[in-house]
């Protein structure tokens, strides 16, 4: 279920956390608007990442997200070069 977020905020631990990390908001819009995968981490918090190419390597753009609150709050995001670490196979 790769379902899309439209309605979020971002936290203000998250917008520390994309700062120090140089992910701007486009991208997590992005993200959550496209995502390549959701997956649940725990009741109430899903991860969606997305494969995106930066300075010509693949990096994988994992946003986490509480979405047990309306609307839904972005809690931190990061990039990795660990795509296979944590992209799901489908069955």
Same mark, same amino acid.
């Given at each position: 279920?790769?379902?899309?977020?439209?309605?979020?905020?971002? &936290?203000?631990? =998250?917008?520390?956390?994309?700062?120090?990390?140089?992910?701007? /908001? =486009?991208?997590? =819009? !992005?993200?959550? =608007?496209?995502?390549?995968? !959701?997956?649940? $981490?725990? $009741?109430? !918090?899903? $991860?969606?990442?997305?494969?995106?190419? %930066? +300075?010509? !390597?693949?990096?994988?753009?994992?946003? %986490? $997200?509480?979405?047990?609150?309306?609307? +839904?709050?972005?809690? &931190? +995001?990061?990039? &990795?070069?660990?795509?296979?670490?944590?992209?799901?196979? /489908?069955?």
């Amino acid at each position: 279920m790769n379902e899309p977020i439209k309605d979020y905020i971002v &936290t203000s631990h =998250a917008v520390v956390e994309m700062r120090h990390r140089s992910i701007d /908001e =486009a991208l997590v =819009a !992005r993200v959550l =608007a496209n995502p390549g995968q !959701r997956l649940q $981490v725990r $009741v109430g !918090r899903d $991860v969606l990442q997305s494969r995106i190419e %930066f +300075a010509g !390597r693949v990096y994988l753009i994992r946003v %986490f $997200v509480d979405v047990d609150r309306s609307p +839904a709050e972005v809690v &931190t +995001a990061y990039r &990795t070069s660990k795509i296979e670490k944590y992209w799901r196979s /489908e069955p």
